[in-house]
């Protein structure tokens, strides 16, 4: 009797086990990667069927033919991104600008899946909670997010200008159009939750050669012992900004703002440098 048990107990585990690993593959032919990828879009295009059926009105170059558009040329993987929706009145809100000087422009923001990681979903990298998504980027797959400007002809197609990497991960939050400085610069500000140090990053990229060409990038950011605010440190259309220096007094348990350091872009080596040392420079 003992030895029957045991062997019942050895094929219930080998049962088990067996359906585990089915479960987790998605079936015979199907990865959960394609799975993720398809379900994602199939919703995407759900959704844009329903708001296209509660359009009164349709214009060329209008939001959703930009939808249209990239749902039909992005491959599975690849996702306009949403705004926040804590902060947001719509209940989905794409995040694009439109620019209407010279042309239809629109600048939209793009999110692209990791190759060879699990396909993203924009739910778990747009908000505060996606701002912890770094601690396990692996489980929810990677996400590479771009500033993107498209062109919109008279006809109504769209064509891209040109694709800018945003080097974050995670955590969108907001997307501004403003100018800076005496010369009124343009620029798009990109606002990122930095959940883990508490704080936010924005990615401000300045249209300072129009907007046909990339734009030139500089981070800013506010979190509890991290600060970096834009500034016109030597008086150009470059874009410049202080870094401002903490210490943490353990013995007082508080953080102490020290001073501020002025950045500014070099021409010659491309990067932000300061005067006060020669090993201190930044790419943005």
Known sequence: MKL????????????ILAACE???????????????????????????????????????????SLQEHILETYPDGQYLVEFDQSISNKSYAPAI???REGGTY??????KSKVTERPIEVKNVVGFDAGFTNLDSTHLGT????????????????????????????????????????????YVELGFFDSINSGFRNYNYFLVNGILNKPHLLETYTSIARRRELADVDKNKWPDYYEWRFVNNDSLMYVQMLDS????WDTIKNMYVTKYSNRWKRKY
């Not at 029957?4 to 049962?15: C, S």
């Not at 379900?39 to 939001?63: F, H, I, M, V, Y």
């Not at 891209?160 to 005496?182: A, Q």
């Open 4 to 15: 029957v048990k045991v062997l019942l107990a050895i094929l219930l585990t080998i049962f």
């Open 22 to 64: 089915e479960e987790s593959s998605g079936g015979e032919g199907t990865s959960l990667g394609s799975h993720v990828g398809g379900k994602e879009k199939g919703l995407r295009e759900e959704n844009l069927e329903k708001q296209e059926d509660l359009a009164s009105k349709r214009k060329p170059c209008d939001t959703l």
């Open 97 to 99: 600008l439109y620019h």
């Open 106 to 111: 629109v600048f939209a923001v793009i999110a």
């Open 143 to 186: 996400a590479f997010f771009y500033l993107t400007l498209f062109e919109c002809d008279e006809q109504g197609s769209f064509s891209t200008v040109w694709e800018s990497l945003i080097p974050i991960h995670t955590g969108f939050n907001t997307m501004r159009l403003k100018r800076w400085g005496r010369f009124k610069v343009p």
């Open 261 to 264: 350091l002025p950045f500014y």
